[in-house]
């Protein structure tokens, strides 16, 4: 199975500054169709996770322009350019290119 | 897009339980789906996906042979039999659906699966 290694998995935050979340796979995440498969995730205890990146950098519709993704094979980021208070959520990373679909460990945000 | 799941509750080890989610607001008979499941106070865990037609099912290793996913595309609805379930299994369950390679993700609000004694 592909491991997904999030790193940090706490992340202490001040509002208006930015953030970045690393996500590594233990294998490339190229699919065979040529696109790679890695999605970002952002969850509030207790919610259903909402989808924020998909294939690497392409962000979901509706979720604001200060989220956005980067990063090949098998070394992605998320990257907030300002954090605002709904922000302040737990994050995933996600691999939807080999059986089984895995998710790193979760970065929990919080404030300074 | 909503995604309804029901059928969680408290189970002894080694029982059985049937989770279904409803689905409405799309065209679900072209959609894979998928459950994902959280322990309390952990992290997500992709647990199944079955194909548009259900000809094609994949699972995690730790749920293979006790669950099986299946779907009735006549009646918008996914489904989750678990079986031989152990208290490791004990979490919140979540139908979604994903698409990979273009926007849309949506997840129900989630049914809570309890294994003891």
């Known amino acids: 199975d592909v491991v997904m290694t999030q790193s940090p998995l706490s992340l202490p935050v001040t509002l208006g500054q930015p953030a970045s979340i690393s996500c590594r796979s233990s294998?490339?995440?190229?699919?065979?169709?040529?696109?790679?498969?890695l999605n970002w995730f952002q969850q509030r205890p207790g919610q259903s996770p909402r989808r924020l990146i998909y294939?690497?950098?392409n962000r979901d519709s509706g979720v604001p322009d200060r989220f956005s993704g980067s990063g090949s094979g098998t070394d992605f980021t998320l990257k907030i350019s300002r954090v605002e208070a709904e922000d302040v959520e737990v994050y995933y990373c996600?691999?939807?290119?080999?059986?089984?679909?895995?998710f790193g460990q979760g970065t929990k945000l919080e404030i300074k | 897009v909503q995604l309804v799941e029901s059928g969680g509750g408290l189970v002894q080890p080694g029982g059985s339980l049937r989770l279904s989610c409803a689905a409405s607001?799309?065209?679900?008979?072209?959609?894979?789906m998928h459950w994902v499941r959280q322990a309390p106070g952990k992290g997500l865990e992709w647990v199944a996906n079955?194909?548009?037609?259900?000809?094609?099912?994949y699972y995690v290793d730790s749920v293979e042979g006790r669950f099986t996913i299946s779907r009735d595309n006549a009646k918008n609805s996914l489904y989750l039999q678990m079986n031989s379930l152990r208290a490791e299994d004990t979490a919140v369950y979540f139908c979604?659906?994903?698409?990979?390679?273009?926007?849309?993700?949506?997840w129900g609000q989630g049914t809570l699966v309890t294994v003891s004694s």
């Open positions: 607001g799309f065209t679900f008979s072209i959609s894979w």
């Open positions: 996600m691999q939807t290119t080999h059986w089984p679909y895995t």
């Open positions: 294939k690497v950098s």
């Open positions: 079955i194909k548009e037609d259900g000809s094609a099912k």
């Open positions: 979604g659906r994903i698409l990979r390679g273009s926007s849309g993700s949506h």
């Open positions: 294998q490339s995440l190229v699919y065979s169709d040529g696109n790679t498969y």
